[in-house]
């Protein structure tokens, strides 16, 4: 929300925090200032700004409220294959962004944009930098859920998305140039990532190592001779009809019971 406020003989101006800006700043106290309009349309209101400055005679801002804020507030950031740094700490990003509505910039994972609608999402989801406090992160692809934004995966003709992983490590030399050893400590890699995002309850990066590790088996099972579908179902046709309960959070098989001592033939 921004503030158009008046000190009576003094000046006219916006702010969006009274206390920090007119109190603490300027020294004036609430009972000495007078807020005369309120709007979250910060166009509007440093239209009004101009114009009431001029009207009670008061020194005119050689530029609007609104401008001063983009040039003050436009962001250099420093934008990764996987995150968007911000230049802030964490508990300023949040007026950062809202003044900052309508900018945008490219990531790996497609353009973003702030808007009134997702600033305060983008707030909920940034991370304080672990190298520098005052620097704070997205990461690209939360940009991207936020954002609506999703790569296509598939081709026109739908193809299978494991021909599509098969297709890409051949051209890359994974199948020529690899091997299963390779792969095999690729995959401990993977899961070692994902051990971490689960204990982080970052989602992001869960599915991020859960699709990292389906494309390594996918290239494993291929340097096998194997088709990555054909071991699914396989597992698949093994389980389906397969009785147990649930034991501390994992489903125990039931065991197929033993047939009685006496029931059992004995061949001499």
Not at 3 to 8: G, Q, R, T, V
Not at 27 to 37: N, T
Not at 251 to 263: S, T
Request: charged letters at 30%.
């Amino acid at each position: 929300m921004y503030y158009l406020y008046h000190i009576p003989g003094k000046k006219i101006g916006v702010t969006r925090n009274l206390y920090n800006r007119v109190t603490k700043q300027q020294g004036y106290s609430s009972k000495e200032y007078e807020v005369l309009f309120s709007t979250k349309d910060i166009s509007k209101i440093s239209a009004m700004e101009i114009e009431l400055q001029k009207s009670y005679g008061y020194k005119v801002d050689r530029q609007t409220y609104e401008n001063l804020i983009k040039s003050n507030t436009e962001m250099k950031l420093n934008v990764t294959d996987q995150t968007t740094t911000f230049p802030m700490p964490l508990n300023k990003l949040k007026d950062r962004l809202e003044d900052a509505i309508g900018m945008e910039w490219n990531t790996s994972e497609g353009s973003f944009k702030i808007t009134k609608e997702n600033y305060k999402e983008v707030f909920k989801n940034a991370v304080t930098s672990m190298y520098n406090i005052n620097r704070c992160f997205v990461y690209n692809k939360k940009l991207s859920e936020i954002s609506g934004n999703k790569k296509e995966f598939y081709k026109e003709d739908e193809a299978n998305v494991f021909d599509l992983i098969r297709d890409w490590a051949q051209v890359r030399g994974i199948y020529n140039k690899g091997d299963s050893k390779t792969q095999y400590m690729k995959l401990m890699e993977e899961v070692g990532e994902l051990a971490e995002a689960l204990l982080e309850n970052d989602r992001a990066e869960t599915q991020d190592a859960i699709g990292d590790i389906m494309v390594v088996l996918t290239n494993l099972a291929h340097m096998q001779q194997m088709k990555i579908e054909d071991c699914v179902t396989s597992a698949y046709d093994q389980i389906k009809n397969r009785k147990g309960s649930m034991v501390n959070g994992t489903f125990v098989k039931q065991e197929a019971p033993k047939k009685p001592w006496g029931h059992q033939s004995v061949t001499l």
